[in-house]
């Protein structure tokens, strides 16, 4: 990389014979692709752009660079491939191309590519938007003379990347011609950052349109069902799925038994899985972990079985399916053995999500000790998750003592988090240590820490409704609060014995 010269668009002249090749006359060759007086035939570029290519799919962007030098010094110019190719892997690879890619800029300017080939343009916009300079793109992309959908397709795509949505928006809304891939751009990108939402209502507006969805914006929208719990409109995409003969798109299936699961329709997801023509071992893994998060533990491991005898090789997800069947089943024997075979049989190093099955199977069964002792011994350090598990056994069993031990370990990994304070207030509650519960008050209060109202949510008609603890506000209250007593008083007969809710301790003196 560092062969080439320090370039910049407005440079009056390029070094040779690293940029332009002089003929005898010492007059520049024509740069454009192809033109009738280059010295040297198409196959000489084809071949060592084919050669920066390789090192550019490898990371190797120093080597391109040494490439591109060479091809210089041999008297072949490049033509527009060759310079969409080195700033592809400019995007690629942004830590290792910014500098590159700034040379190539100026190359491109020098011959006025950056303005009259709609391919460079393109190319110079995914790199800005890719290295986290989007400002930058956006000025490239004003500057094109000519556009295409794929030039305005990046531009949406490359601030939907560094989170600017509106612009995204609002380059969206100037399109002349809007396709699949504009609104799959939005669609998609608000649900992989986490705005599910706005995704879903990005993927009305297409249909609205009368805009056919791609496999892609399917899957989106899917992802969005799951983590919203939008069963209804999961449902509904589902039929246009088998209407649009998307039904036998394995990424497609795997996204409907993942979504069903969440949606705790589990025997929707078996359905989805048994039909498959096709399975992969994401399909395998996601009805497995579909069965156990839901309780189903048996089916979680009987399916893990069979994914074995059908020649799939369990990876470290398939194993967190089984060991949170487990888990969720107690089976703390068979969880160990599961554990144990993950990491002799097939080698596999246990992460994060692993140690945590562990900690919950040990919690959950009431080993504390042994869950403790296995947070203490772990390579690294645990996260709340692990943590939350095994205070809330704690609090289950009434351990205070490990419980503080474990909400000093967790106001270090987040010394702002109101949870960790309340559910070791709730504890002190819980046994009747009112002094104790107070003390953890005063203290949030002295860090400035206020509890956070819980919330939970509910999908009916595809409209999901919220509601906060004690919350009387919803247009509906007085029928809500009418069934609840209702399902209370058919539940007594069965032993039910409602909670008698303690007076709360985080109200405003």
């Not at 033509?79 to 491109?108: D, M, Q, W």
């Not at 246990?350 to 080993?367: N, Q, T, W």
């Amino acid at each position: 990389m560092s062969l080439l010269p320090a370039l910049t668009p407005t440079s009056p002249t390029f070094s040779a014979p690293l940029i332009s090749h002089q003929n005898s006359k010492n007059q520049p060759v024509s740069s454009v692709p192809n033109h009738p007086t280059s010295l040297k035939p198409l196959g000489s570029v084809v071949s060592w752009t084919s050669s920066i290519s390789r090192h550019c799919r490898a990371g190797h962007l120093s080597e391109a660079a040494q490439e591109f030098t060479r091809m210089r010094l041999d008297g072949v110019e490049p033509n527009h491939i060759t310079f969409v190719t080195l700033l592809s892997g400019c995007a690629e690879f942004p830590l290792k191309g910014r500098g590159l890619g700034s040379l190539i800029h100026g190359y491109v300017c020098k011959l006025g590519l950056d303005k009259d080939d709609v391919m460079v343009g393109t190319a110079l916009v995914e790199m800005y938007a890719k290295g986290e300079r989007v400002e930058v793109a956006k000025l490239v992309f004003d500057l094109m003379k000519v556009k295409n959908s794929v030039s305005w397709n990046t531009m949406i795509d490359g601030y939907v990347r560094n989170r600017e949505y509106q612009k995204a928006v609002e380059v969206f809304d100037e399109m002349p011609v809007r396709d699949v891939i504009s609104w799959t751009a939005l669609i998609n990108g608000f649900a992989k950052r986490g705005f599910y939402e706005e995704s879903l209502d990005w993927f009305r507006e297409m249909i609205v349109s009368g805009v056919e969805p791609d496999y892609v914006s399917i899957i989106a929208v899917l992802t969005a069902c799951a983590n919203l719990g939008t069963l209804s409109v999961g449902l509904w995409v589902h039929r246009l799925v088998l209407k649009q003969n998307f039904r036998n798109n394995v990424r497609v299936n795997n996204s409907l038994i993942d979504m069903y699961s969440r949606c705790g329709c589990i025997e929707f997801a078996r359905e989805v899985f048994d039909k498959m023509q096709k399975r992969t071992l994401v399909s395998w893994n996601s009805i497995i972990v579909g069965f156990a998060v839901n309780g189903f533990a048996n089916e979680a491991l009987k399916y893990f079985d069979a994914m074995q005898k059908e020649g799939f090789k369990p990876d470290g997800v398939s194993f967190t399916g089984a060991l949170t069947a487990c888990s969720h089943a107690g089976l703390v024997d068979d969880g160990l053995h599961y554990f144990d075979v993950m990491k002799r049989v097939y080698r596999i190093s246990p992460r994060i999500e692993h140690f945590g099955c562990i900690v919950d199977l040990y919690s959950r069964a009431g080993k504390l000790k042994e869950a403790w002792n296995m947070v203490q011994n772990m390579p690294m350090k645990p996260n709340e998750v692990v943590l939350g598990s095994l205070l809330a056994a704690c609090r289950n069993h009434g351990d205070i003592s490990l419980a503080e031990r474990i909400v000093k370990s967790l106001v270090a990994l987040d010394p702002g988090s109101d949870s960790n304070y309340v559910l070791l207030s709730n504890i002190y509650a819980a046994v009747g240590r009112w002094e104790g519960a107070s003390k953890v008050r005063r203290r949030m209060k002295a860090l400035g820490i206020q509890k956070k109202p819980g919330f939970s949510s509910i999908e009916i008609n595809g409209c999901v409704h919220e509601f906060v603890a004690g919350d009387k506000s919803h247009v509906e209250k007085g029928c809500i609060y009418a069934t609840l007593e209702l399902l209370a008083f058919d539940l007594m007969p069965s032993g039910y014995a409602p909670e008698i809710v303690v007076r709360e301790l985080y109200e405003s003196d």
